[in-house]
RNA sequence: CGGGAAGUGGCGCAGUUUGGCAGCGCGCAGCGUUCGGGACGCUGAGGUCGCGGGUUCAAAUCCCGCCUUCCCGACCA
């Protein structure tokens, strides 16, 4: 260890805000180059090899290929598969000087892999096949942050699968996914399968890999009682059942109180088990009640220059109109987006959720405003714009709830208030449109859902024909020599991620506490005082031997500084158990070996003046064995 | 991309308000004392104060421009 490249430190640089982050900095496992780059110093890359080792094996026992893509792509090749846009500023590309040419640099390689394969594949015989690899790659990340978490150059292992079928496609996801789970148990990571968005990657059926962990950027939503697991951006939100208290109300003093117009709210299409929430409220009684409430409820404008925001919609409306009680889930959410065949469309959902978009839908950006001078940013309302070719589609919890509403009147620096479903504007397509939160119901046994922070390890996809329909000769002969689309499927692990979640995961207030499956070394070898006293010098160096020549990974501290710093340094930097060799256990015909992660120590019995090596390493190893 | 903060020996920071010898802690080198949970004494090495311009007798410090890094936000209209 005198000889091991990076010392410890004392502090964690300044722009380490993760734990894990600062952890690995200060027991010298990375170093940071610039903004998302690191080095992985001689301890960070055994622990990366560790981790490559397993993935490994496990990808090789169900029939993968490791293969090395390159990480340097021609520019054309992401054209042609239109994913240049599709990444857009995440893709970085650049021009190469001299000969010439335009370059990316690989942030994934399903175009690469499906042209290796179309190359070589042309028979149902070959199929199926799936390679795989473990590589750098790029992505120019508009923010890298939380140390290798989020970086601009990382290591993901990579497996792209080829089937003649669906029904192949999905056995050869079931085995990647089954290796999958085998990984994250053998690396100590409880990783947590959800349903997920399949984003720019494309396919159908996916699924995200969720370490638990406040680190993490992601949340997904889970269900206890049916097991129902999804990322909050995928996540469906089963039928909410109201609260009387979410019932939003605006009325004006003289045209009756609070009550008397909740109580005469419809509910139209209201299931007979949401019925015990509304005592007062029958759907018999809707038509009549409804016209009791047009007439209770008119459509007033509020004068909102400068006012975009719901919750600045809320607080200034609740000035103008006193008397009503304001929240945000009274006001509609109207958002602007434009669908996949590049119409317009308005997306509408209760004021105090979030909005999830579609799969490719898209929202406005400043040019689609121009175009549509109907819509105006920050005003937008629900009302007319069938009408006027806009599509208006809302989220499914808004469809018992007629009113009355607040929104925006689609004139500048107005909103208007007493909106009514049915009356003031009608929606032409229900949908799940909001992202999901802790309380709401399960969408296929409507218990309620928990939400976890998490970081995403692994993604999976069922991609289908997606890519191989577009690439060029992407495709075999079945048996009756008819050409058809390869069967796709890819999947991913962010390898050099790892480390940082298992530190999250793994450490305590003194340091990282690797599980032996990625642990640098086994043992860390202490020699205690070997300054002052030649038989601890003696018995480490030999006892490093020993264990070494038995094929025990020992990390041995020869250096002789104090022993707290010894002991620090081996608590920092996480081996599963740390060796102590020192004057007092040997006086007493002993060393110690002390487990990190449970702090208990076994003495194994030594004679100092004449040890027996192999009987000793063989206790040490017992020793270790037994946990 | 918007907002905020910061760039001073390897690391962590003070000094900038009010211009006047470039400092502290850790680490590093040498010598000595220590030695079972981050010891101590003495001596020493190491800095274009992010870069470029300007003001001034004089700039880490004031002014202008640029670069880099970190934090918050970035679909919620």
Redesign the pocket.
């Known amino acids: 260890m005198s000889r091991l490249l990076p010392?410890?430190?004392?502090?964690?640089?300044?722009?380490a805000?993760l734990i894990s982050h600062q952890l690995l900095v200060?027991g010298g496992y990375i170093r940071?180059l610039?903004?998302?780059v690191y080095s992985y110093l001689p301890l960070g890359l055994a622990v990366l090899q560790n981790i490559s080792a397993v993935i490994r094996e496990e990808l090789n026992d169900c029939g993968a290929q490791e293969v090395l893509m390159p990480a340097l792509h021609p520019w054309e090749l992401w054209k042609s598969s239109g994913r240049d846009r599709l990444l857009g500023e995440v893709l970085p590309s650049f021009l190469l000087e001299g000969r010439g040419g335009r370059y990316v640099l690989g942030p994934t390689h399903e175009e690469v892999a499906t042209a290796i394969i179309a190359g070589d594949v042309d028979s149902y015989k070959q199929l199926p096949v799936c390679i795989y690899q473990i590589q750098t790659k790029f992505r120019d990340e508009?923010?890298?942050?939380?140390g290798l978490l989020r970086t601009r150059e990382f290591i993901m292992a990579d497996a792209y699968s080829f089937d003649a079928s669906r029904e192949g496609m999905h056995s050869s996801y079931d085995a990647v996914f089954s290796a999958y789970v085998r990984i994250f148990e053998r690396i100590g990571l409880n990783a947590v399968p959800v349903k997920a968005a399949s984003g720019a990657i494309g396919g159908d059926v996916n699924h995200e890999f969720m370490v638990d962990s406040d680190a993490g950027e992601d949340s997904y939503v889970k269900c206890e009682s049916c097991g129902y697991a999804a990322n909050v951006?995928a996540a469906n939100v089963g039928t909410v059942e109201l609260q009387e208290s979410e019932v939003s109300v605006l009325s004006t003093p003289e045209e009756g109180s609070k009550e008397e117009i909740d109580s005469k709210i419809p509910r139209p299409d209201v299931q007979d088990d949401q019925l015990s929430a509304y005592p007062t409220a029958t759907t018999s009684r809707g038509r009549d009640v409804t016209s009791n409430l047009e007439n209770l409820i008119p459509v007033r404008e509020h004068h909102t220059p400068g006012i975009?925001?719901?919750?600045?919609?809320v607080r200034y409306l609740a000035d103008q109109i006193p008397e009503a009680e304001l929240k945000a889930s009274a006001?509609l959410?109207?958002?602007?987006?434009i669908d996949p065949n590049g119409e317009p469309v308005v997306l509408v959902?209760p004021?105090d959720?979030?909005?999830?978009?579609p799969a490719s839908f898209?929202?406005?950006?400043e040019t689609d405003?121009d175009r549509h001078p109907e819509l105006?940013?920050?005003?937008?309302g629900p009302m007319g714009l069938s009408e006027r070719g806009v599509k208006v589609m809302a989220d499914r919890s808004l469809q018992n709830r007629i009113g009355p509403w607040i929104s925006?009147a689609n004139k500048p620096d107005t909103h208007v208030s007493g909106l009514l479903q049915g009356r003031d504007f009608t929606v032409d397509v229900w949908g799940d449109f909001v992202?999901a939160k802790a309380g709401d119901p399960c969408p296929q046994c409507g218990c309620p859902l928990s939400l976890s922070r998490s970081a995403e390890v692994a993604h999976t996809f069922q991609l289908g024909i997606t890519y191989s329909s577009k690439i060029e000769g992407a495709t075999f002969l079945d048996d009756a020599g008819t050409p058809h689309p390869y069967w796709m499927g890819c999947y991913g692990i962010g390898v050099s991620r790892l480390p940082a979640v298992i530190v999250e995961v793994h450490h305590d207030e003194?340091?990282i506490i690797w599980p032996c499956s990625v642990a640098p070394y086994t043992v860390h070898l202490l020699s205690?005082?070997s300054?002052?006293?030649e038989d601890v010098a003696r018995t480490a160096s030999s006892l490093y031997h020993a264990l070494s020549q038995a094929g025990v990974k020992v990390l041995y501290d020869d250096r002789?500084?104090?022993?707290?710093?010894?002991?620090?340094?081996?608590?920092?930097m996480g081996m599963p158990w740390?060796l102590?060799?020192?004057?007092?256990?040997?006086?007493r015909g002993v060393?110690?070996l002390?487990s990190r992660e449970a702090d208990k120590?076994v003495e194994i019995p030594i004679t100092p003046t004449n040890p027996n090596w192999s009987d000793v390493v063989e206790s040490i190893q017992g020793a270790i064995a037994d946990r």
């Open positions: 010392r410890t430190r004392r502090e964690p640089p300044a722009d805000e200060r940071r610039t903004a998302g508009a923010r890298p942050r939380f951006e975009m925001s719901i919750d600045e919609v006001v959410k109207c958002i602007a987006v959902v004021g959720r979030e909005v999830k978009l898209r929202l406005f950006e405003f105006l940013k920050g005003y937008i925006g992202v003194r340091g205690i005082g300054g002052k006293d002789a500084v104090s022993p707290g710093i010894q002991f620090g340094d081996a608590d920092l740390q102590v060799v020192g004057n007092k256990g040997l006086a060393v110690e002390r120590v």
